[in-house]
């Protein structure tokens, strides 16, 4: 709310004028109470009265008018009045050069007050040049892409203004900076204005500045005029890793206060259920929902809605809605022994309550693989066995599923060599490592990583170290290394062979050669592979990637909406929006669900951060000499002065009192 | 108790004193001590009866004689009708009843001993003497006698009265001009708190009849002075008349009324040649009795007279 250029963060404040009906009552009925007093002279006294009565008039409306002023007052310093920037110092520079970075990430869609952030600082932008001089040296940059910059001068920039869009990207204001302190020391300015507009979200930047320029004079308009913005969203939403079974629905309340709410979930044949929670202010929450076999292709996960929309409905595929078919072959002659290969594998999977957790198992000898057999499994893992099948082996890759295949001592690496042969691998020799060496991961995005966060993966194979394996070497570009040895020799080879996928792990699974089965990355990277080998093209292979994601690894261009969520119908926003995508990589169909930044999702600002005095925050933007727009300057001086006003004022209105009697 | 102790008696000390009589009595020895002389004065040829000495009586009255056979001084008193009509009106509208506390001497309190103890003088030394006041049914009005017990009446019918409402010195004046035919003193006793040009009206009329006229103008300090300063409902004693304000800031304007009222007041009564005195309350009543008595106008009158 503003009133000529003094703005209000408080506007409920005035809800405080009604309490000028007090003085006003007093006014209007408020008599004097004075004592009875019989005097002879009363003539001598009407007649002096009738000189006094103006006077009095005049003194009761000053009393009145004063009493008024001093709520009026009090209500103003409650409202917290702000005089706009405009009155300052740096707005007098109209002819100072100046660099406008505006924060065009996902945030800025919000709007806690019906209007965007990214409109309001548009429409503010537009209030700020329509005061400088038209051909006053002006640059504008955008976050999500501050290399480019055309315009020169602020009427170059005003005509700009109405072609900018907010992009769902989560773009950081600190290249932005950094790239407005360059242009400025490459244009020689000696003293230029940087106008920073920004939603003032903790997102907005990965390292705020910490030191000054002198020749920069920044101004970091936190466009939000309440500090709150109300955002119950979904952050993430997939696979349970070690539950295929089940999809865990990531939850962010990215506002102070804690809010309730029902997360609906619509399932694509119609039926629909609630399920309430509740969230705390900037926590986050992680729900599970177990889905069965019957669960249809998708489910719309929804949240009512609030000041920041883009992230109430994610419309979600499950992949891993139908249990898993895995067909162990242990080349120990007697499988599921406590040191056999089988038994590691069958406990990652479960062991015994396996069916639990989404898996069939079935553990045979490698002799035993019958076309039955691999026409009822997902998944065949061919564990140390010595000998290949190397035609029923090639039927099920045809087939489309997957096959996992172990090294060992017993592997007769001639017979595989054979197998191998086809698909541009072979194994050469047994190597042993003195001492034994970790693994490393060297494709994070890789499919087979997808669920889990870098850091996550990383620290999975902690501790692992290899003694033994099997140098195996890759012919085929098709085939690819996520994990290998530091110098790039293979430890897991990947090849997608369209429509089935072989994953060969050069090392033992048990813990003859590597102490890997001890490790308790050893479950997670089991299940992973188990889900990764059993996806086929008619599988939905939906990947998690967040915008920005998509924009970084440039396939952006290559998505095909396949889905766009609701809330984006319409939407004119630039960039990939959330929402579920297909795309084509080697004649094969691949969905990408694309979905928005988590940390996009959370409103938590500096100023609530010292609010909380959990930090020293407040003083972030100061070190680096930013001067806050909302918190204007003329502030603290109009409301000490509003101060003073309402003593003077008391001082006066006891004096009236004070003359007309004891009230 | 010497006679300059009794000169010196406050107000408040002489309204303890139960009989108004007694009262009057204090007062004209407080005031007629030592050199003074009633200024008043009848002639007579026949003799009436002797009566004790008392200070203030002229030595050519003492029957030397009698105090040769008594060795006690008497005066002779004759009783041949008085030469001096005095007419005493005393105001007893409300206004006169400030202030109405307890312990406190009222305007009226102090009229009523003035006037007893000019009733005292006059009738002590043989003269005439008539009462006009305001009685519950209009004026009462004694008619002139100098019979010596003709004070105790006097001073009964003071007694009795009661100051209240809306009756004025001007109704006062009125039945003296229509009742009073003689040649003779009118003392008029009263605060005036009424339209100047009306009371001078009045006033003059009398004048002009020939009357020696002697106003008192009893005020009491609240009224001089205004000493309030708080916020009050002032009140009209006479009748519904409220003025609610805050002493302090009408004061001023208070006090340069009643400057004016009294200017124009004293001028008026100075011009048209009344012995006119302002008695404050507080004043020592035998002080202001023997100023009156021995006061330039009064002095002036004596030698017109004799």
Redesign the interface.
């Known amino acids: 709310m503003s009133l000529l250029n003094i703005s209000f963060l408080a506007p409920l404040a005035f809800v405080g004028l009604l309490v000028l009906g007090v003085p006003l009552y007093l006014h209007m009925r408020h008599k004097?109470?004075?004592?009875?007093?019989?005097?002879?002279?009363?003539?001598?006294?009407?007649?002096?009265?009738k000189?006094?009565k103006r006077?009095?008039h005049v003194e009761q409306w000053l009393l009145m008018l004063f009493r008024l002023l001093i709520v009026l007052f009090l209500v103003l310093i409650f409202a917290k009045p702000y005089v706009d920037e405009k009155f300052g110092a740096s707005g007098l520079k109209v002819n100072t050069p100046m660099v406008i970075l505006l924060d065009d990430s996902v945030s800025m869609m919000a709007a806690p007050e019906g209007e965007r952030f990214f409109d309001r600082a548009v429409s503010q932008i537009r209030d700020l040049l329509d005061q400088r001089s038209g051909a006053s040296p002006t640059l504008l940059l955008l976050a999500s892409n501050p290399e480019a910059f055309s315009a020169q001068t602020s009427a170059e920039v005003s005509a700009l203004l109405p072609q900018l869009k907010a992009t769902t990207g989560a773009a950081r204001l600190d290249d932005g900076y950094r790239k407005a302190r360059e242009l400025v020391k490459e244009k020689e300015w000696n003293q230029a204005i940087l106008r920073i507009y920004t939603d003032g979200s903790l997102s907005a930047w990965s390292q705020v500045p910490s030191e000054r320029d002198n020749a920069l004079e920044v101004i970091y308009n936190a466009v939000r005029n309440k500090p709150d913005v109300a955002n119950l969203g979904l952050a993430k939403v997939d696979q349970v890793a070690a539950d295929a079974g089940s999809i865990e629905v990531g939850l962010v309340n990215g506002g102070s206060a804690g809010g309730q709410a029902d997360l609906q979930l619509t399932f694509s044949d119609g039926v629909s259920l609630k399920h309430p929670f509740r969230l705390d202010g900037f926590d986050r929450a992680a729900h599970r929902f177990g889905m069965n076999q019957e669960t249809p292709a998708t489910i719309t996960l929804r949240l009512p809605d609030d000041d920041f929309d883009l992230d109430n409905e994610i419309i979600y595929a499950p992949r891993g809605n139908r249990r898993l078919k895995i067909l162990i072959l242990d080349g120990d002659p007697s499988p599921e022994a406590l040191h056999a290969e089988s038994f590691f594998f069958k406990n990652a999977l479960g062991l015994e309550e396996s069916q639990q957790y989404g898996y069939d198992l079935d553990i045979i000898s490698p002799a035993g693989l019958t076309p039955a057999k691999i026409e009822w499994a997902d998944v065949l893992c061919m564990l140390n066995a010595d000998l290949p099948q190397t035609t029923l082996l090639k039927q099920a890759l045809a087939a489309g599923k997957g096959v996992f295949i172990s090294q060992g001592a017993r592997v007769d690496t001639t017979a595989w060599n054979q197998f191998f042969s086809d698909y541009g691998l072979e194994i050469w020799e047994t190597k042993t490592l003195e001492p034994a060496m970790p693994g490393l991961i060297r494709e994070f995005d890789h499919p087979l990583f997808s669920p889990f966060e870098q850091d996550a993966w990383a620290s999975y194979l902690e501790g692992v170290n290899i003694g033994r394996f099997n140098l195996l070497t890759v012919g085929r570009g098709q085939a690819k290394v996520p994990i290998a040895f530091a110098d790039g020799t293979p430890l897991l080879v990947t090849l997608d062979l369209n429509p089935g996928r072989l994953v060969v792990w050069t090392s033992s699974m048990d813990l003859d050669w590597n102490n890997f089965a001890l490790g308790f990355g050893y479950v997670p990277f089991v299940r992973q592979m188990m889900r990764y080998l059993a996806e086929q093209d008619s599988t939905v292979a939906y990947q998690n990637y967040t915008v920005s994601e998509v924009t970084a690894l440039g396939i952006a261009d290559t998505l095909n909406p396949k889905h766009i969520a609701a809330p984006f119908r319409g939407l004119d926003i630039s960039g990939p929006k959330p929402g579920i995508y297909t795309r084509t990589v080697d004649n094969r169909t691949e969905f990408v669900q694309v979905r928005l930044d988590d940390e996009e999702l959370n409103f938590k600002s500096f100023e609530q951060i010292a609010d909380q005095g959990d930090d020293p925050s407040q003083s972030m933007m100061e070190q680096a000499g930013f001067r806050s727009y909302v918190r204007a300057e003329l502030a603290p001086q109009v409301q000490w002065l509003l101060f003073g006003f309402i003593l003077v004022e008391s001082f006066v209105a006891a004096r009236v009192s004070r003359?007309?009697?004891?009230r | 108790m010497s006679t300059g102790q009794i000169a010196n008696l406050s107000p408040e000390v002489l309204v303890g004193i139960k009989s108004l009589l007694v009262r009057a009595r204090t007062v004209v020895e407080g005031a007629l001590v030592g050199e003074h002389v009633s200024p008043f004065r009848g002639g007579s040829v026949e003799f009436a009866q002797h009566r004790s000495y008392s200070p203030g009586d002229e030595l050519r009255y003492i029957d030397w004689r009698l105090f040769a056979r008594t060795d006690h001084y008497h005066v002779k008193q004759f009783e041949v009708t008085t030469n001096l009509r005095a007419y005493l009106l005393l105001d007893a509208s409300?206004?006169?009843d400030?202030p109405?506390g307890h312990g406190a001497v009222s305007?009226f309190q102090y009229a009523a001993m003035l006037a007893a103890a000019l009733a005292y003088i006059l009738i002590r030394q043989s003269d005439s003497v008539a009462l006009s006041t305001h009685g519950e049914k209009g004026v009462k009005f004694l008619p002139p006698r100098s019979q010596i017990a003709y004070i105790q009446q006097i001073c009964d019918v003071i007694d009795s009265v009661q100051p209240s409402g809306g009756q004025d010195i001007m109704g006062l004046l009125q039945h003296a001009q229509d009742r009073i035919v003689h040649r003779g003193m009118v003392a008029l006793f009263s605060?005036f708190?009424v339209d100047v040009d009306a009371l001078m009206a009045k006033i003059r009329i009398l004048k002009s009849r020939g009357h020696d006229l002697i106003v008192f103008q009893v005020l009491?300090a609240?009224?001089l002075e205004f000493p309030?300063n708080?916020?009050?409902?002032?009140?009209?004693?006479?009748d519904s008349?409220?003025?609610?304000?805050?002493s302090?800031?009408?004061r001023?304007?208070?006090m340069?009324?009643?400057q004016e009222?009294q200017e124009r007041l004293s001028e008026a009564m100075r011009k048209i040649g009344v012995d006119y005195h302002i008695v404050r309350t507080d004043d020592a009543p035998s002080r202001v009795l023997a100023n009156c008595l021995n006061g330039p106008m009064r002095a002036q009158k004596l030698r017109k007279m004799y």
Do not use: N
Not at chain 1, 32 to 49: C, N, S
Not at chain 2, 230 to 238: D, G, L, T
């Open positions: 004097p109470r004075a004592e009875r007093y019989a005097f002879p002279a009363i003539d001598f006294l009407l007649r002096a009265e000189k006094r006077r009095f003359q007309w009697g004891r | 409300g206004s006169m400030y109405t305007k605060d708190l009491h609240d009224e309030f708080r916020f009050y409902r002032f009140e009209s004693m006479e008349r409220f003025l609610v304000a805050d302090k800031q009408i001023a304007q208070y340069e009324a009643l009222h």
